[in-house]
């Protein structure tokens, strides 16, 4: 491969003939590399081997149709990102939309026309490497996401107080690790009950007015220890916007000067 071959895209030609390929391959050699495999085994194993930017693909082959290679391409994850463009003399709709059912991105009829080709080729470049790019921008994103969640679980799970939040309907959607403890189930296992389900004993969220977007207030009761002791605490309601849940809602269990007293 020279220096050049090496910045420029490469294109794999599938054709069972030979003059197709030669034709194909001439019209494209003075912008892009081009390989070339005659017949559909061959070229599913070049496209494995080589790892083509893009595949021009004939329908009508012996053997394996092109129908069938490019379901092959689709099917291997080494090769599925790969655009396929078919190229044919078959030029009814069923045999179009049949082509794009298998994953081909586009449809050149024979006798090809060289300035139609270099367009196509050149177009379908262009989406993959764009494609490509946001695909390189969503995992990177993904990836920042990640870290900022697992950052600000640490921080909740440092907080002593109780910490949870739920939907409008009283329904838990998370907690920290302190209200994961004091109820002595995993937050996956909280996730999706109410109070009732959880702690029998705790005050119900029913006897405390729903609190319209972007207030807060603070509410009293009793919370109960599975050893006994019950503890009067202050809990502070906060509607939170955007939250998971529409309408979910932050809570914040804590003493309330800290009084803790024998459960009797």
Same mark, same amino acid.
């Given at each position: 491969?020279?220096?050049?071959?090496?910045?420029?895209?490469?294109?794999?030609?599938?054709?069972?003939?030979?003059?197709?390929?030669?034709?194909?391959?001439?019209?494209?050699?003075?912008?892009? &590399?081009?390989?070339?495999?005659?017949?559909?085994? *061959?070229? $599913? @194993?070049?496209?494995?081997?080589?790892? =083509? +930017? %893009? /595949?021009?693909?004939?329908?009508?082959?012996?053997?394996?149709?092109?129908?069938?290679?490019?379901?092959?391409?689709?099917?291997?994850?080494?090769?599925?990102?790969?655009?396929?463009?078919?190229?044919?003399?078959?030029?009814?709709?069923?045999?179009?939309?049949?082509?794009?059912?298998?994953?081909?991105?586009?449809?050149?009829?024979?006798?090809?026309?060289?300035?139609?080709?270099?367009?196509?080729?050149?177009?379908?470049?262009?989406?993959?490497?764009?494609?490509?790019?946001?695909?390189?921008?969503?995992?990177? &994103?993904?990836?920042?996401?990640?870290?900022?969640? *697992?950052? $600000? @679980?640490?921080?909740?799970?440092?907080? =002593? +107080? %109780? /910490?949870?939040?739920?939907?409008?309907?009283?329904?838990?959607?998370?907690?920290?690790?302190?209200?994961?403890?004091?109820?002595?189930?995993?937050?996956?296992?909280?996730?999706?009950?109410?109070?009732?389900?959880?702690?029998?004993?705790?005050?119900?969220?029913?006897?405390?007015?729903?609190?319209?977007?972007?207030?807060?207030?603070?509410?009293?009761?009793?919370?109960?220890?599975?050893?006994?002791?019950?503890?009067?605490?202050?809990?502070?309601?906060?509607?939170?916007?955007?939250?998971?849940?529409?309408?979910? &809602?932050?809570?914040?269990?804590?003493?309330?000067?800290?009084?803790?007293?024998?459960?009797?």
């Amino acid at each position: 491969m020279t220096t050049r071959d090496a910045v420029r895209k490469t294109i794999l030609l599938i054709d069972d003939s030979v003059e197709q390929l030669a034709i194909a391959s001439n019209v494209l050699a003075d912008d892009y &590399r081009v390989i070339a495999a005659t017949g559909g085994e *061959a070229g $599913l @194993r070049r496209a494995r081997e080589a790892r =083509p +930017d %893009l /595949i021009l693909l004939d329908v009508m082959m012996p053997g394996l149709s092109g129908y069938e290679v490019c379901r092959r391409l689709k099917a291997d994850a080494t090769t599925r990102h790969i655009p396929v463009i078919f190229v044919t003399s078959l030029d009814s709709a069923p045999d179009e939309a049949k082509g794009f059912e298998v994953g081909a991105v586009d449809y050149i009829v024979k006798r090809i026309s060289p300035a139609v080709v270099l367009a196509r080729v050149a177009s379908h470049l262009e989406l993959a490497r764009l494609r490509g790019h946001l695909e390189e921008q969503v995992h990177q &994103r993904t990836a920042e996401l990640e870290d900022e969640r *697992a950052l $600000l @679980r640490s921080l909740l799970d440092s907080i =002593p +107080d %109780l /910490i949870f939040y739920k939907d409008p309907n009283g329904v838990y959607l998370g907690c920290n690790r302190a209200f994961e403890e004091y109820v002595g189930k995993a937050e996956t296992e909280i996730v999706g009950h109410r109070d009732a389900d959880l702690v029998p004993g705790t005050y119900a969220d029913a006897r405390q007015v729903p609190l319209e977007a972007g207030q807060t207030g603070p509410s009293e009761g009793w919370l109960y220890y599975p050893d006994g002791r019950r503890v009067l605490m202050e809990t502070l309601k906060t509607p939170l916007r955007g939250a998971p849940g529409r309408g979910a &809602r932050p809570y914040r269990h804590q003493p309330r000067h800290h009084r803790a007293l024998a459960g009797r």
